[in-house]
């Protein structure tokens, strides 16, 4: 319930378009009203054989509730479409912009498939909050007031009468078919997530279950929730059709109940006969406005379901806070840790421990360190998608602190060892840098990097991820999109590892040069193959999160410490053409 307040509270903005829709509703279901009783009005009276002009009024009734049915429910239909269209985007306007600034570290816990559950499916089913939960009641409300006014004006046995039976078919049947319902929308919200993690898995992995021969297993897993899924399915079906015929049943025994306290009325001549069917007409007719009201205790649990799914990620706390009042991006582009400490959550050894370093502006710095030193986590604090511990970390004279978070990535190129590559052409990929970069920008880059062969085909589809070219091209792509972003701070965390050493060593040569031109960029490089070490103003030597050694190559050499025997370890094979540096 408490997820249901909360979901209106978001889509209250829209409150007047659902009313709108909701009293649409009545008249439509109204105009049927008044249609069958002017009909029934016409038939008891030609019945009695009157002359035409007493059967001037249902005839003129019959006109216009008819032409009115038809004109309202097309106009009921456009404005409940667009009023449930309207609170969809902004419901999925509200949820992207309370997820942006948990990615990427707190979305890290959820399931990708779970993720997209909650971003599509569960959204999408709140689609019904409006259209199946909001709606209907108001609607079947402002009939049963109508009902009630109308009998009221016979007699007020009848309006009492009738409203013990709306009561019953609003309340009584949609509590009993909630209770047999109860718990499936979150049983089925909680195995289509799984399911479609497990989808996403299988196609992702089938080569390495293919590879493991672990094919069979999955497919059993997958086969076996998916029956568990039809299991829920079949439930609801079975629940939901009940709902008509015993809706039904209501009606008629409502239409006994009236018959037996209105035809002492008509036999002592209360109420003229002719009125009969017209009531009788008016109670059946009034039902349509309750037969949607047992499906939404249905929705209602599947929006509160939604609702929680959805609440559950949006009140997370950011790993990172926004400052309310950013300051300017500086003008100078020097890199400060001051003891900065760092915990990953759920785990109780530091990543990080008191690790201070200055890089100065235009300075060229490379970092190093065995697999696990925390080499590339000093890069997300740097780009805020952590948040340390303790110490502060400053670009120029600011604490990034007190900088926006999108300004600062806008402001580091980076290409890291994991690059996503979208599915779409090269150009696109290109242009997610420079949106407003034109072909000569995009060639240069690609050429740059290395990748002149994919000046001619811009327009070439990448493949899934990117799996039309090979683990080089992605990077070389990622190195073209740093380029074309034109960042004064440049992070290069394992960029190259995918590339031959010929290749690399031309693209680090050029990265060094750029980073030379005026005004020199501030480069980071994160590595662990010692190339062009020499080129460096400073080398960082990281080991279990604290800086064990740093100075310039030929410094360190001297000190024989863990940078020299990784040195040595590493070029003792290396062919003399590379050892340019030593
Ligand atoms: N999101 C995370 N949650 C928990 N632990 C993490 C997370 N990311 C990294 N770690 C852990 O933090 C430590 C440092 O990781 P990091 O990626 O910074 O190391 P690295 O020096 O860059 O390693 P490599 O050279 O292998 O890339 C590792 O032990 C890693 O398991």
Same mark, same amino acid.
């Given at each position: 319930m408490k997820e249901l307040l909360r979901l209106l509270g978001i889509i209250r903005t829209y409150h007047w378009w659902m009313i709108l829709a909701a009293t649409l509703?009545?008249?439509?279901?109204? *105009?049927?009203?008044?249609?069958?009783?002017?009909?029934?009005?016409?038939?008891?009276?030609?019945?009695?054989q009157l002359p035409f002009?007493?059967?001037?009024?249902?005839i003129a009734g019959v006109r216009l509730f008819g032409l009115a049915r038809g004109v309202l429910r097309y106009i009921e239909r456009l404005v409940s479409h667009s009023t449930t269209f309207k609170i969809l985007s902004g419901l999925r306007v509200w949820f992207y912009e309370s997820l942006e600034p948990l990615a990427p570290a707190r979305l890290l816990q959820y399931k990708s498939g779970d993720l997209l559950q909650r971003i599509t499916k569960d959204i999408d089913s709140l689609e019904n909050l409006y259209s199946r939960v909001i709606a209907p009641p108001l609607t079947a409300i402002m009939i049963s007031a109508l009902l009630w006014f109308l009998l009221g004006s016979f007699?007020?046995?009848?309006?009492?009468?009738?409203?013990?039976?709306?009561?019953?078919?609003?309340?009584?049947?949609?509590?009993?078919?909630?209770?047999?319902n109860r718990g499936t929308a979150t049983k089925m919200a909680g195995i289509q997530a799984e399911l479609q993690s497990m989808t996403i898995d299988f196609v992702q992995g089938l080569g390495d279950l293919m590879l493991f021969n672990r094919l069979d297993d999955h497919t059993e897993k997958l086969y076996r929730l998916k029956t568990d899924e039809l299991k829920l399915q079949r439930k609801q079906a079975l629940i939901q059709r009940l709902h008509e015929p015993l809706i039904g049943l209501l009606m008629n025994s409502a239409v006994l109940a009236l018959l037996w306290t209105l035809t002492p009325q008509v036999s002592n001549g209360t109420i003229d006969g002719i009125y009969t069917a017209v009531i009788i007409i008016a109670v059946m007719a *009034?039902?349509?406005?309750?037969?949607?009201l047992p499906d939404a205790t249905h929705h209602l649990e599947t929006s509160a379901t939604a609702g929680k799914r959805l609440f559950e990620i949006i009140d997370t706390k950011p790993a990172v806070p926004s400052p309310h009042h950013p300051e300017r991006f500086p003008d100078v582009h020097s890199i400060k840790f001051e003891n900065i400490s760092f915990t990953y959550p759920q785990t109780f050894t530091p990543t990080l421990s008191s690790l201070s370093l200055q890089i100065e502006e235009g300075e060229k710095v490379a970092i190093i360190g065995p697999s696990g030193a925390g080499k590339s986590t000093i890069t997300s604090l740097l780009l805020r998608f952590w948040e340390p511990s303790q110490g502060d970390i400053c670009i120029g004279d600011r604490s990034i602190r007190n900088l926006d978070p999108e300004t600062i990535r806008?402001?580091?190129?980076?290409?890291?060892?994991?690059?996503?590559?979208?599915?779409? *052409?090269?150009?696109?990929?290109?242009?997610?840098?420079?949106?407003?970069?034109d072909d000569k920008e995009l060639k240069n880059?690609?050429?740059?990097?290395?990748? *002149?062969?994919?000046?001619?085909?811009?327009?070439?589809?990448?493949?899934?991820?990117?799996?039309?070219?090979?683990?080089?091209?992605?990077?070389?792509?990622?190195?073209?999109?740093?380029?074309?972003?034109?960042?004064?701070?440049?992070?290069?965390?394992?960029?190259?590892?995918?590339?031959?050493t010929v290749t690399e060593k031309s693209v680090i040569q050029s990265i060094l040069g750029l980073c030379n031109k005026q005004p020199a960029k501030t480069l980071l490089v994160?590595?662990?193959?010692?190339?062009?070490?020499?080129?460096?103003?400073?080398?960082?030597?990281?080991?279990?999160?604290?800086?064990?050694?740093?100075?310039?190559?030929?410094?360190?050499?001297?000190?024989?410490?863990?940078?020299?025997?990784?040195?040595s370890l590493q070029h003792r094979q290396t062919p003399p053409e590379l050892l340019t540096d030593s």
């Open positions: 509703g009545f008249a439509t279901i109204g *105009s049927g009203i008044g249609l069958l009783m002017s009909s029934a009005y016409i038939i008891a009276k030609a019945a009695l002009h007493e059967l001037q009024l249902g007699s007020p046995m009848f309006s009492i009468t009738l409203l013990c039976f709306h009561a019953f078919a609003a309340v009584g049947i949609p509590l009993f078919t909630g209770h047999i *009034s039902f349509e406005a309750f037969l949607p806008k402001n580091i190129g980076i290409v890291s060892q994991k690059t996503y590559l979208f599915s779409t *052409s090269i150009r696109e990929n290109l242009l997610l840098a420079k949106p407003d970069a880059s690609l050429t740059f990097a290395g990748l *002149s062969s994919f000046t001619t085909k811009l327009d070439q589809w990448v493949g899934q991820h990117g799996m039309k070219l090979s683990g080089g091209e992605r990077q070389r792509m990622a190195i073209a999109r740093m380029l074309l972003q034109d960042a004064p701070i440049i992070v290069l965390d394992e960029a190259t590892a995918n590339l031959d994160i590595t662990h193959r010692l190339r062009d070490m020499a080129q460096f103003d400073k080398i960082v030597v990281l080991e279990k999160g604290c800086i064990v050694e740093q100075g310039a190559h030929h410094e360190l050499l001297k000190k024989n410490g863990l940078y020299a025997s990784m040195w």
